[in-house]
């Protein structure tokens, strides 16, 4: 494969360092309309059932939101449940364990279930950082204007108040659990930058800064009260008294046989969608990404907010091939480095949002100013020699150690060769629609992390949905707590699946001769088909 | 991609627990295993190189050599051989990092077989990421925390080293005992986050916040619009 990646970097053209072109705000607009996938009618479904109806979302997602349940007709539940507790969790990432730990202090009985280990999720992959306003002449304010800027006003103010407002002190929480972010030279955090930010305010563990945090968290979480059934993915939640959740289904992946769990509350957190490919794209996102909480919420009757609104990651490796969608860090960008098209020029400002250089990028490729890679794709390229150019050799190295090692395993010194980049599916920038408690329209079902939506209006920020792992984890788990302890007993008898008949007799109204696929998905299949 | 269409192109010849497929060249470990069929669910997390999840033992025809890798990151050869090691059994130290009060001496407390390396540098050989694990144990059991945080800052905990050490420790653990440690007990608080904490307690931003959240939409698209 050396071979093969020599002779693509014979061809690589000399870059021309002038500046890029400055965009005005109406040239973003045109550019987003004309490019980014969210704004673009191809690979689109209109929803005709559920909470959504009317709204225009990616096929891929219609496909899973109108879906049929892997329980099939007639439903009934066991006698008896396998566990009963007081809060259950539904995911073993970030937003997860953060709940699962802060509500395990509290004296309730915590069950945590998830789809593979715990912390397997996007939350390890995060490079980057996460956002908190520590510097100069920064304040949490600052964050909320940027945040709510980079999300074009669609944010919902009230959560973002309470995840600029309360950050600072979760990652006091972190620093006393030994993370070990960047220092400064006073001993301070580091603070670097972000696309679309107005201030340096990114901390970050080198470029490991998910891995660090998933590490140590887990280590805790593994020695708290708190049970745990790894690779038990929920597939339905329960219905209790009066339409509230009551629990849900498991599917323990190596018996294959399900599980049932009473709980007088649960926490989804069950993280995005990279896996469903949408638009065909590759993705940044674990293995197990699948979009489940989104399937079983809306079966349920929640209506999402923002369901059309995806982040592609502007720079996800697209050659060598083997490690497409793999992510670089947009922290790369922030230290200096450099984007440029197959002429060797810079197209678009590198620390625009990441909508907006990612629509550059399609574009550049669109309009045949893209880079063809051996197996026929297109990118860009992203150089960070120039960081090491500017800020001295060792730099790249020092900072993003992890990029250098993954990439140097495929023949590409980063230090040397630029790397060719196009957008890979990262982030649901929407999703389940809760209040600043975390409530959402059901009593007893709560959600915290990349499967809420609203947070982020339609473009995160980089570094923001670290942060909201562990302040609406945090805040989830206190209202977990507070809930099942007010919540008045109930009996497994008074708990059906009844919510999912009502939504598949819909579904059966509304596609009266299709055969609809089934979901959860919970992991995408990559075998070949005829193997 | 993931996954990998190309009929046409070169293939090698692998053995996937202990039994032989041809597989398209350039495939990573994992891909093979999706080409011949496998349902690969224990073993597989991040795809990215990160999550430790895809830990794999492997040998070259020809060579008496036993080698490990990720599978995910790894691209297979002609005569290569494999099986993946879903999960090391470890012990692991029951703690809470707050409450330490002399972490050096009570790392031989949580894991005395720290003491017991001899120096075989079986698991520096191993390691995916490259870390010099049997440095980092000394470092450890010399009470260098810092050098412990630097040597091991990209451990995976993938578990290979503990697969192959002769005094049956699990270095990747001590080594996070070792980390968190430095980060929790020795490193001073940031006097950044000190500052900003404080002015936070004593409600400096609060009102400015509950302001913006008080104005309409439209007010607040305005008052954000550009970069102050």
Request: glycine residues 10%; contains cysteine.
């Amino acid at each position: 494969m050396a071979e093969l990646v020599d002779s693509f970097y014979q061809s690589v053209p000399s870059f021309d360092e002038s500046q890029p072109p400055a965009l005005s705000p109406e040239e973003r607009s045109r550019l987003l309309a004309a490019f980014y996938p969210d704004y673009r009618p191809e690979g689109k479904a209109t929803l005709k059932v559920g909470a959504n109806k009317g709204m225009v979302v990616p096929q891929e997602l219609a496909n899973i939101l109108e879906s049929r349940s892997r329980i099939p007709a007639p439903r009934s539940l066991p006698d008896q449940p396998d566990h009963d507790v007081d809060i259950l969790v539904i995911g073993g990432g970030g937003a997860g364990i953060t709940a699962a730990l802060f509500a395990s202090m509290e004296g309730r009985s915590v069950l945590l279930a998830t789809k593979l280990r715990v912390g397997d999720s996007n939350t390890i992959m995060a490079e980057g950082g996460i956002q908190a306003a520590l510097g100069e002449g920064d304040s949490p304010v600052e964050h909320f204007r940027d945040t709510f800027r980079g999300g074009h006003g669609e944010n919902d103010a009230a959560l973002l108040s309470v995840l600029v407002g309360e950050g600072p002190e979760m990652v006091e929480w972190l620093v006393s659990r030994g993370i070990l972010f960047d220092r400064d030279m006073q001993g301070g955090l580091s603070l670097r930058k972000g696309g679309g930010t107005s201030r340096p305010r990114l901390i970050s563990a080198k470029d490991y800064t998910g891995l660090e945090l998933v590490r140590v968290l887990k280590e805790d979480l593994m020695n708290a009260p708190v049970e745990i059934l790894e690779f038990s993915p929920a597939v339905e939640l329960v219905s209790g008294p009066d339409g509230s959740c009551a629990g849900a289904v498991l599917y323990d992946l190596d018996s294959r046989k399900n599980v049932y769990v009473k709980a007088r509350t649960v926490i989804l957190s069950t993280g995005g969608a990279g896996r469903l490919h949408l638009g065909g794209f590759a993705t940044s996102n674990h293995f197990g990404a699948t979009a489940d909480g989104l399937t079983m919420a809306y079966r349920m009757g929640l209506p999402l907010v923002h369901p059309e609104s995806f982040q592609f990651h502007p720079t996800g490796v697209i050659f060598p091939s083997e490690m497409a969608g793999m992510l670089i860090t947009e922290a790369v960008r922030g230290a200096g480095a450099r984007m440029y098209n197959r002429h060797g020029r810079r197209f678009v400002n590198e620390l625009e949002t990441r909508d907006v250089v990612a629509s550059a990028i399609i574009r550049e490729c669109a309009e045949g100013r893209g880079v063809e890679t051996p197996s026929g794709d297109r990118g860009v390229f992203l150089d960070l020699v120039a960081i090491d150019r500017d800020s001295g050799e060792g730099t790249v190295a020092k900072r993003f150690p992890n990029i250098v090692k993954l990439m140097n395993r495929h023949h590409v010194d980063p230090t040397k060769r630029p790397i060719l980049v196009y957008p890979t599916l990262h982030y649901q920038n929407g999703g389940v629609k809760a209040d600043a408690r975390t409530r959402t329209s059901i009593f007893g079902l709560l959600v915290a992390g990349e499967v809420s939506g609203g947070l982020h209006g339609t473009n995160r920020l980089m570094g923001n949905s670290l942060l909201e792992l562990f302040v609406f984890g945090r805040r989830a788990a206190l209202e977990a707590v507070a809930l099942s302890r007010d919540r008045p007993t109930f009996s497994w008898k008074e708990t059906t699946l009844s919510h999912i008949d009502r939504f598949e007799s819909e579904l059966v109204k509304a596609f009266p001769k299709q055969d609809l696929p089934i979901a959860p998905v919970l992991f995408p299949d990559y075998r070949r088909k005829d193997a | 991609m993931e996954t990998q269409e190309n009929e046409t192109g070169p293939m090698v010849r692998v053995s996937i627990n202990g039994r032989e497929y041809s597989v398209p060249q350039g495939s990573t470990m994992v891909q093979a295993m999706w080409y011949t069929g496998h349902e690969v669910i224990h073993g597989i997390g991040c795809l990215g190189g990160v999550c430790g999840a895809c830990a794999t033992v492997y040998r070259m025809e020809g060579d008496f050599r036993l080698r490990n890798a990720l599978a995910c990151q790894t691209l297979v050869a002609e005569g290569m051989s494999f099986s993946m090691l879903d999960s090391y059994p470890i012990q692991r130290a029951h703690y809470d990092v707050a409450a330490l009060t002399d972490p050096k001496e009570e790392l031989f407390t949580f894991y005395p077989e720290s003491a017991t390396c001899r120096n075989c540098n079986a698991c520096t050989e191993v390691c995916p990421q490259g870390i010099d694990v049997r440095d980092a144990v000394w470092r450890a059991n010399f009470g260098d925390f810092k050098a412990v945080a630097d040597l091991t800052m990209s451990c995976v905990m993938c578990g290979l080293c503990v697969s192959r050490c002769i005094a049956e420790m699990a270095p990747h653990e001590i080594a996070l005992y070792a980390r968190r440690a430095y980060g929790a007990k020795e490193l001073p608080f940031p006097p950044n986050l000190r500052q900003r904490l404080d002015e936070i307690h004593s409600g400096a931003f609060s009102g400015e916040l509950k302001r913006l959240e008080g104005l309409s939409s439209a007010e607040l698209k305005k008052e954000c619009e550009v970069k102050s």
